[in-house]
């Protein structure tokens, strides 16, 4: 599957701008990863885009993702993107098995801490972030509440990274494409 036929799925069912923002950090942090082990770059990719393509028509636990995965399968969307759309949401049994899968797990809910972080940085970029600004706002339960440490935590050892590592990397993919997040800020 083509980046291009990924990014046609998700312009069909995603409208949010942020949610978009998040599914294109996703998808930076999966190629950075797929390139890092020598793995299909293109396979990776789509499957960090298209992870919470049906967020916005099914907004529940009960229907992210199970309901997007027939919608997915008759768009022929690959059964291993299909595979790791379905495991990166504990809720549906689907266990993580392949590397691709444990590296969605990994990259999606981290993104959004990374992205907050930025957010209230003077800059408001990533291009000056580094991994201690990130730890020094996870001390701080009360910002960026909705971002699960817990399952950030889980998902690097699942992964096999040491976690301020792992929030390194996603940093540095996610600077590459910091433009299209909104996130240069005032450095020029």
Request: glycine share 6%; proline share 4%; aromatic share 6%.
């Amino acid at each position: 599957m083509t980046r291009d036929e990924a990014l046609a799925i998700v312009h069909e069912f995603v409208k949010n701008e942020n949610l978009i923002k998040h599914m294109l950090a996703v998808e930076a942090a999966m190629r950075f990863y797929a390139e890092k082990f020598g793995e299909d770059v293109e396979m990776w990719r789509a499957a960090g885009l298209l992870h919470d393509f049906d967020w916005e028509i099914h907004p529940t636990l009960e229907g992210h993702p199970q309901a997007g995965e027939p919608i997915l399968r008759q768009r022929g969307v690959p059964e291993e993107i299909i595979r790791a759309v379905m495991s990166h949401a504990d809720h549906t049994g689907v266990p993580r098995v392949t590397r691709m899968e444990k590296a969605l797990y990994a990259c999606d809910e981290v993104t959004g801490l990374i992205t907050a972080v930025a957010l209230v940085r003077p800059s408001r970029s990533l291009l000056d972030l580094e991994p201690a600004s990130v730890k020094k706002k996870w001390k701080d339960k009360a910002f960026a509440a909705g971002a699960n440490r817990a399952e950030i935590e889980k998902a690097a050892a699942e992964f096999g990274l040491e976690l301020w590592e792992h929030v390194g990397n996603v940093i540095l993919a996610m600077r590459a494409i910091a433009p299209e997040l909104g996130l240069v800020g005032n450095i020029s």
